[in-house]
């Protein structure tokens, strides 16, 4: 029987073993992390991580050929194909600080696979690395291996969170990298025979080790790149009277640039674009390219300044003041269909509201009180790293509330400012929520997702990204 284990039981790890055990009923898959809470989550009743479909796949395998587990050594030694999906933050201090990628976590793991293998294994990245990473991890097993044979795969994910298992189940394509000798293609016709028991092998590309390392990192940024063009003209169509939702409607039915990625918002925010597009950006410094990496951080910039825009048009529109003002936050998550809040738009939101000293009361279906409160005391970059790095006991913010209720969120509320575009924002009783508001009565929509004119008809004052402004908020412009 092949054994499969995989370091690191997280976003992509946890869904992505669960589906391979799934599929290939005759692979003993395992999944080790140090930290014991989460093993004992994805043991138990409520996973630590919520996606559509990944309960049912989970209880399907669970105790039969899927395991979870704390006893990383044991998994690792006994396994065929050891996959790495460790955090790799960016760096905080020293050299390539705010840009590179820190490795100590992908480091370690490939010094305790070396040391406690007895017999050759395929390594596979599965974490998002730079691009060259693959030769630095092949050195350290090479140089601590014992005569052990180790070959090292790049494996990278390509889930949308809140769609991960039919990303997993229908992928666009599974990108295997390896070393073009005998023994790499060897270990990447191993890696490759996996995906083969339900991926249709045309989906299934063959590159080189540098080449899959590199594709990842340039697929997030031409994704992020997509959002922060239709975020720019946003800006644009609210200055000159133009509705970007018909503009960006219009530019997607061109079949040389397509619709996905064209919906102006608040700005994008999840685990990867940013941190993918600045070790880009470290990457091309570090290759004597300045102009490419100015480019690319552009496209940092850009989100930024949406993000500062947003906060700006909430604060001019209410008499160039939030203090003491109670402002209901619908939705932390960074996107619906998931309770990832990592880099999600709303943190800076609320750090910009909460500095002018507004009232805040946030709702979010997935999203828990205590990781909110962390989410909004945590320094830039601290999420990335492993749970019991990050602060135990979260800086109250007076100013703050959490709510499990829309309603509860926006009573008495002067403003609402919708950031995740969850489905029953849609559905709520706005003239209910319009009777228990303080007068006049705004809402901030960060997604685009509600129906401004049945608003207006309400008697709200509605701000829409990149659409015609309201008269009363002409008379406001946002400085940013």
């Known amino acids: 029987m092949v054994k499969i284990c995989c370091i690191g039981a997280g976003y992509v790890g946890g869904p992505t073993m669960a589906v391979i055990a799934l599929k290939c009923p005759e692979i003993e898959v395992a999944v080790v992390d140090i930290a014991a809470p989460r093993i004992n989550a994805w043991n138990s009743e409520q996973l630590p991580i919520y996606e559509p479909g990944l309960d049912d796949v989970v209880k399907q395998c669970r105790g039969k050929n899927l395991f979870f587990s704390t006893d990383v050594e044991r998994h690792v030694c006994e396994a065929d194909i050891v996959f790495v999906s460790v955090n790799t933050p960016t760096k905080t201090r020293g050299l390539g600080a705010g840009k590179a990628a820190d490795l100590t976590y992908w480091e370690s793991a490939a010094r305790m696979i070396a040391d406690v293998s007895k017999s050759s294994k395929i390594v596979v990245e599965k974490s998002t690395v730079p691009v060259k990473t693959a030769e630095a991890i092949e050195k350290i097993l090479t140089h601590n291996s014992k005569g052990i044979n180790f070959q090292i795969l790049s494996n990278p994910e390509f889930l949308a969170e809140g769609t991960a298992i039919d990303d997993l189940f229908k992928p666009d394509r599974v990108l295997i990298g390896g070393r073009e000798t005998p023994e790499g293609a060897k270990a990447v016709k191993a890696l490759k025979d996996v995906y083969a028991h339900w991926v249709p092998e045309d989906r ?10 590199l594709s990842k990192l340039a697929a997030n940024a031409f994704l992020a790149q997509r959002i922060s063009s239709v975020n720019s003209m946003s800006a644009l169509c609210e200055a000159t009277g133009a509705d970007v939702t018909q503009v960006s409607h219009a530019v997607g039915k061109d079949t040389r640039i397509g619709s996905k990625f064209l919906n102006a918002s608040v700005g994008f925010g999840g685990s990867c674009f940013q941190k993918d597009i600045l070790n880009l950006v470290y990457i091309c410094e570090c290759n004597g390219l300045p102009e490419v990496a100015h480019y690319w951080k552009q496209v940092i910039l850009m989100n930024d300044y949406q993000k500062t825009r947003f906060v700006n048009r909430v604060v001019a529109s209410m008499f160039n003041t939030v203090s003491n003002k109670k402002i209901a936050i619908l939705g932390f998550a ?21 500095g002018d000293k507004a009232q ?101 004052i509605v701000y829409s990204i990149g659409k015609p402004l309201d008269a009363w908020l002409k008379d406001m412009p946002a400085v940013a």
């Open 334 to 354: 960074f996107k619906k269909d998931t309770g990832d809040t990592r880099e999600t738009p709303a943190i800076d939101v609320c750090k910009g509201l909460l």
């Open 204 to 213: 299934i590309i063959c590159t080189n080790l540098w080449s899959a390392e």
């Open 360 to 460: 805040l009361s946030i709702y979010d279906p997935q999203v828990s009180e205590d990781q909110i409160r962390k989410d909004l005391s945590m320094n830039k970059f601290d999420w990335d790293h492993p749970a019991h790095l990050q602060p135990s006991s979260p800086t109250a913010i007076k100013q703050l509330s959490v709510v499990w209720d829309a309603y509860e969120a926006t009573k008495d509320a002067h403003a609402v400012c919708l950031l995740t575009e969850w489905d029953e924002f849609r559905n709520l009783d706005y003239q209910r929520i319009f009777d228990n508001m303080q007068k006049p009565a705004f809402i901030f929509d960060g997604r685009n997702v509600m129906d401004a004119e049945k608003l207006r008809s309400i008697g709200f």
